[in-house]
């Protein structure tokens, strides 16, 4: 029997507390219960599940970030999880400017029971890249898939294989010279967690597999580094899919995000 209870405590603890090295060009300051992160596409605020804070206080600690990110000219998101106090946090956030994206389920596996030989179609091979020219592939992968414009990513990815290349490990899966699908590793140093993030897949190479080869070519380089717990913010689609190779659903995460507005 799964402990739900002791992995939300763990994940908690350990990634919602010390973050891993930024990317390159990116910097953490500290607001409070807040950690806020600068410097990326837009800004990002994360804190404990319980900011210690209510009333006019966290009206204020709400304000102060999105006017730090106004005098910048840029985005933010609050990322919120579905355990977070106090519980009028998102009316506050709301009240604030701040919209809310598409809700995502956090799934927690042992890495130990993910690990396997990756499993391709014919024709598909699965590496794992480190250079400039890959980063640009991939976000051109992500920006047809969610037909959106996302060459931001190739710059974030390139920039965090040069702040910490020992700590994140991007794989690309390819049919010839097209990438179907990109994902990505990232460890986090003191801690029993890596997170899987990416995995996205052209739409005419789904239900090939492709995605669950590459949980599990993840999962074995975390094992190897001594990984105990896989962590995805996951999605509707790929949520079942994780479900089923054993994760875990401990809470919901969803972004609050703050635009400037248009001149």
Do not use: N
Not at 43 to 59: E, N, R, S, Y
Not at 156 to 183: H, K, M, N, T, W
Not at 216 to 224: E, K, M, Q, S
Request: proline share 6%.
């Amino acid at each position: 029997m799964t402990d739900i209870d002791g992995l939300l405590a763990a994940y908690d603890e350990q990634m919602r507390g010390a973050a891993p090295t930024p990317p390159a060009g990116a910097r953490y300051e500290q607001d409070g219960p807040l950690l806020r992160i600068v410097g990326q596409f837009r800004g990002l605020v994360t804190g404990p599940a319980d900011l210690g804070v209510g009333g006019a206080a966290l009206d204020g600690l709400i304000a102060r970030q999105r006017d730090y990110f106004a005098a910048r000219g840029e985005a933010v998101e609050w990322k919120v999880r579905g355990h977070d106090r106090p519980a009028d946090l998102t009316d506050r956030l709301r009240a604030a400017g701040f919209v809310p994206e598409a809700q995502e389920t956090v799934l927690i596996g042992r890495a130990d029971e993910l690990a396997a030989e990756p499993v391709l179609p014919d024709g598909v091979v699965l590496r794992q890249v480190t250079e400039d020219r890959d980063m640009r592939r991939i976000a051109a992968l992500e920006s047809a898939v969610w037909g959106m414009e996302m060459s931001w990513l190739g710059d974030d990815l390139s920039a965090r294989i040069s702040a910490s290349p020992d700590q994140i490990a991007v794989l690309v899966a390819e049919a010839g010279d097209e990438v179907v699908c990109a994902a990505w590793l990232v460890l986090r140093a003191g801690t029993e967690f890596a997170g899987l993030w990416g995995g996205s897949t052209l739409p005419a190479w789904r239900g090939r597999g492709i995605y669950r080869a590459t949980v599990a070519a993840r999962a074995r380089l975390a094992l190897a580094r001594g990984v105990t717990w896989l962590q995805v913010d996951a999605s509707d689609d790929s949520s079942p899919i994780l479900r089923r190779l054993g994760f875990h659903a401990v809470t919901t995460t969803t972004p609050y995000v703050w635009t400037p507005p248009q001149p």
